[in-house]
C-alpha cells in the first residue's frame, strides 16, 4: 500500500524500543522489572518483526512508469 517504508521504521526504532518498555511496564501487574522485561521483548520484537516485513514485502519503485 505504500503507507509506510523501512526507512521511516528504523528511523523511529529507539522510540519504540522505550515505547515498548512503557507499554510493558503498564500491561505487567507486578513492580518488578523482570516481569516488565518479559512483556517488553516480544513487544520489541514484534517492531523489528514489522521492519522486515515491510523491507521484504514493501513496494519496489517500479522503473518504467515514473512520477
Known amino acids: 500500500m505504500g503507507i509506510i517504508n523501512v526507512d521511516s521504521l528504523t528511523k523511529f526504532r529507539k522510540y519504540a524500543f522505550l515505547g515498548s518498555f ?3 511496564g503498564l500491561v505487567t501487574p507486578t513492580p ?10 516480544p513487544i520489541y520484537l514484534l517492531y523489528e ?3 522486515l516485513g515491510v523491507r521484504v514485502l514493501g513496494r519496489k519503485k517500479d522503473p518504467i512508469r515514473r512520477r
Open 32 to 41: 518488578d522489572a523482570f516481569n516488565m522485561t518479559i512483556m517488553s521483548i
Open 22 to 24: 512503557i507499554i510493558g
Open 49 to 51: 518483526l514489522g521492519i
